[in-house]
């Protein structure tokens, strides 16, 4: 809390913790809480736009609200100081892209953009957790989302063609796994640079 106000500091103490590790750990995660307050209110936009219906935007909304809120309160009171991911790297990424997936089936025509948040996902992750890890969660994400591209593709075939479904996987294949793989030290060719602003380290080298 070096660079905070003196009047702040008992607020960013009791918000973000006495510890300094604590504190980032804590800082990291509400970073992530910020996107999903932005994602929540992208939702809201298409309800009121027609675009998504609202109930199955109230219950991602809720799904976001309660997953991002447990997190924090558990880092916040310390229960992970002692396991060997105390920040939650992993189940906050696995958390991530089941909400990404699952906004992936319920925003409509937009669906194509919000790929775009698995690969701000694996780059918040790829810096905290080893590069098994990192790798197991782009399998992962490539896993989950065609597992939910081919059902919907099943059930609603009018509002997921096969053929536009199967372009954006082969896609999402190529980039993510390729992300992965590369574990801690390579950020490669991400379709966004603001995935940077989450990664909270340094980036060894870029490539693009």
């Not at 103490?13 to 209110?41: D, F, H, N, S």
């Not at 590069?131 to 919907?152: C, H, I, K, S, Y």
Request: hydrophobic share 55%; with cysteine; charged share 15%.
């Amino acid at each position: 809390m070096m660079n905070c106000p003196i009047w702040l500091q008992p607020v960013a103490k009791l918000v973000l913790g006495p510890e300094p590790q604590m504190r980032r750990r804590v800082l990291r995660t509400l970073m992530a809480a910020y996107v999903y307050l932005i994602c929540m209110l992208l939702l809201l936009r298409g309800v009121w736009l027609g675009m998504i219906d609202e109930a199955q935007a109230g219950y991602l909304s809720l799904y976001m609200a309660v997953g991002v809120t447990g997190f924090y309160a558990v880092l916040r009171a310390g229960l992970t100081d002692k396991c060997r991911d105390s920040s939650l790297a992993l189940p906050q990424c696995l958390f991530a892209i089941t909400s990404i997936v699952a906004a992936y089936i319920i925003v409509g025509p937009a669906r194509g953009t919000v790929l775009l948040l698995l690969a701000l996902v694996m780059a918040f992750g790829m810096f905290s957790l080893t590069p098994r890890q990192t790798l197991a969660v782009g399998a992962f994400a490539v896993l989950l989302l065609g597992g939910a591209m081919a059902v919907m593709c099943h059930v609603r075939p009018a509002e997921f063609p096969l053929q536009v479904e199967a372009i954006e996987y082969l896609r999402s294949d190529t980039k993510y796994t390729a992300v992965a793989s590369r574990g801690r030290q390579f950020l490669v060719r991400l379709p966004m640079p603001m995935v940077l602003c989450l990664s909270g380290t340094r980036v060894g080298c870029l490539r693009g």
